[in-house]
């Protein structure tokens, strides 16, 4: 069945006049050329659409499901052709930011509001998508940005590492070393069925948290390994488990989990990635709110988004 948009607008006409010869008028066109579109419409449809012995005309069935249906159709292309409309006669910059999930917790609402309130007139975009995908829409030009825990080795991708976090584990929120207020060691933890994220694609954040009881001589028993963070949490508080999360996560306030400390120096990057020679004022924008923002937190500027950021002023 084949239908196109001006084969609705002819029927819509007649429909609503009630008469092909008013619906011809409407449409500044004949009437004999508007009946043998609406003829066609019904082959198509395999239904006749109107009463056409009544007067005025009425609707057969079939041609109220449609009518209703095509009123829905018309509208949304209307609104469709005014928003391309507006945006061609007055284009609006763009700028995306690909992230990981747990890094949504390390202060980007903060992040995105400062960016707002610099770049009024850019739309901006978040893109939840893993490392290996951040790659990809970079080459693509679908992002402009990436945030992960991991580097992955491309020529035409540059990252720079923004700050450490320490980790903490995640646990029932009654579970006793809540109570007792006292960091984790890793082999603690190791003792516990441990749950990781992502469990593809790899090399990921689950296998920083590995690495760390590898380099502790700790050897989790039981690895359990999730699809993302909010599904490891979820197993958290159904007590199937704990989970090692960035420090950041703490600031997700649920009530049927808590954190601990990690008694060993462990953390974890913070990573930015983008385009080896993205020049763009709407980059060197954001790195500078990172800078402003940073300094206001308290926070040391790495060197590489130092120098970074230098270069890109020059």
């Avoid at 499901?65 to 469709?80: G, H, P």
């Avoid at 901006?124 to 992955?152: H, K, P, T, W, Y």
């Avoid at 029932?172 to 207020?181: I, K």
């Amino acid at each position: 069945m084949n239908i196109d948009i001006r084969q609705l607008r002819y029927f819509l006409a007649v429909a609503e006049e009630r008469s092909f010869t008013r619906g011809a008028e409407r449409l500044n066109m004949a009437q004999p050329p508007l009946s043998r579109r609406i003829q066609d419409l019904e082959a198509a449809i395999g239904a006749p659409l109107f009463e056409r012995e009544r007067r005025p005309l009425r609707l057969t069935s079939a041609g109220r499901v449609l009518y209703e249906q095509a009123t829905q159709v018309i509208e949304a292309m209307d609104r469709l052709k005014a928003r391309m409309s507006g945006l061609v006669a007055t284009p609006r910059r763009r700028f995306t930011l690909g992230l990981v999930p747990s890094v949504l917790y390390a202060r980007f609402p903060e992040v995105l509001a400062a960016l707002r309130t610099r770049l009024p007139d850019v739309e901006l975009n978040l893109a939840e998508m893993d490392s290996a995908e951040q790659v990809r829409a970079l080459a693509d030009g679908r992002i402009d940005v990436g945030f992960d825990r991991i580097v992955i080795d491309d020529p035409q991708i540059r990252h720079a590492l923004m700050r450490e976090e320490a980790l903490a584990v995640a646990v029932p929120a009654d579970d006793p070393a809540l109570a007792a207020d006292m960091p984790l060691t890793l082999a603690e933890i190791a003792e516990r069925p441990l749950l990781v994220y992502p469990r593809n694609p790899r090399p990921s954040y689950a296998d920083l948290v590995l690495r760390a009881f590898e380099v502790h001589g700790a050897h989790p028993a039981n690895v359990i390994e999730v699809r993302e963070l909010q599904t490891a949490l979820v197993m958290v508080a159904a007590r199937s488990g704990c989970c090692i999360v960035p420090e950041s996560v703490r600031r997700l306030a649920r009530p049927d989990i808590g954190f601990v400390a990690v008694a060993e120096p462990v953390r974890v990057p913070l990573i930015l990635r983008a385009r080896r020679h993205d020049v763009s004022p709407l980059f060197l924008t954001m790195l500078e709110t990172y800078d402003a923002l940073y300094r206001d937190w308290g926070w040391a500027v790495s060197p590489e988004l130092a120098a970074w950021r230098d270069e890109l002023r020059r």
